[in-house]
């Protein structure tokens, strides 16, 4: 077994990779290498990238230059591709800007090599259908207004529609070897859904998403707010157009739907003060993240 962490950034954050490097290169169970997805060119920047010294510290560390930048998805879709001849491989996606726990590659690889076709993640999302087919994934029955719901607390295995890099991912790069990737590397969208993408591929070879639980979120460092691409309102637009899409392109979760929520005054109030809390949150945990980084 051949055990690799891929990884992209963009130019303003390059030079803050090397804590979430240690954290990955100090795991319990160590990748083989770690593998950072550059473009040669940053279409969300408008520059090239410079690579930090400190890359030649980690001997496992490999940089993997691309002619076309595909945003978040960068980091997924040109390692399965060239990755897809290896069987041995086992493929791990993360984040630029998250500390991962000491064993979360240990659990990753302990889940899917007792399991066939089987994705692991450590945060998912469930996508809006029917009721009746929510309660088939064991998840809570509500009502779901938004095109997707990510499922935050689960005491054990869930089921999942679409798995997040933000929080580790795990999948055997052959999987992807039949897929015919002119299906979906044209689309606009690709840079901005790259979970939803990546888990409608999987969805499309039938190889199922499932959640481990339970789970700890990831400390996220202070860098997540270098030109972050949530806040503007385009990822949820976007995400419904790619959920639309990939039905059409792919012929997937034709149960889904997925659309913009009709919100009367008392929902509007009510997302923003969620909207507010939220932004507290991370306020108060990457100033934490920050604080205890510089203690050390």
Not at 130 to 149: A, G, L, M, Y
Request: include cysteine; aromatic fraction near 12%; charge should be neutral.
């Amino acid at each position: 077994m051949k055990l690799i962490v891929s990884i992209s950034t963009i130019p303003s954050r390059i030079d803050y990779l090397e804590p979430v490097i240690v954290s990955l290169t100090e795991q319990s169970l160590a990748p083989d290498e770690i593998h950072i997805q550059l473009p040669k060119f940053s279409d969300k920047e408008h520059c090239g990238y410079v690579v930090p010294s400190f890359f030649e510290k980690f001997m496992n560390l490999h940089v993997k230059w691309h002619d076309k930048d595909l945003g978040s998805s960068t980091k997924w879709f040109y390692p399965v591709k060239y990755l897809s001849e290896e069987e041995q491989t086992i493929l791990v996606i993360a984040d630029d800007d998250c500390l991962y726990g000491h064993n979360s590659l240990a659990r990753l690889v302990e889940k899917i090599t007792a399991a066939n076709n089987i994705s692991f993640c450590f945060t998912g999302g469930q996508l809006s259908r029917r009721p009746e087919i929510v309660r088939s994934f064991q998840v809570n029955p509500r009502i779901i207004k938004n095109s997707i719901t990510i499922i935050s607390e689960n005491e054990r295995d869930v089921k999942v529609d679409t798995v997040q890099g933000f929080s580790l991912f795990i999948v055997r790069p052959y999987w992807f070897r039949s897929f015919d990737f002119s299906k979906v590397d044209f689309l606009d969208w690709l840079s901005l859904n790259d979970d939803i993408v990546v888990s409608g591929m999987l969805e499309f070879l039938s190889i199922s998403r499932v959640q481990i639980g339970p789970y700890s979120i990831p400390d996220v460092l202070p860098q997540a707010e270098i030109n972050p691409i949530h806040g503007d309102g385009r990822l949820i637009i976007k995400s419904i157009a790619a959920i639309n899409a990939l039905k059409q392109h792919l012929g997937i979760w034709q149960d889904v739907e997925a659309r913009l929520a009709e919100r009367n005054l008392f929902d509007r109030i009510k997302a923003s003060l969620k909207k507010i809390r939220r932004k507290m949150g991370r306020f108060y945990q990457t100033s934490t993240t920050f604080f205890n980084v510089f203690k050390k």
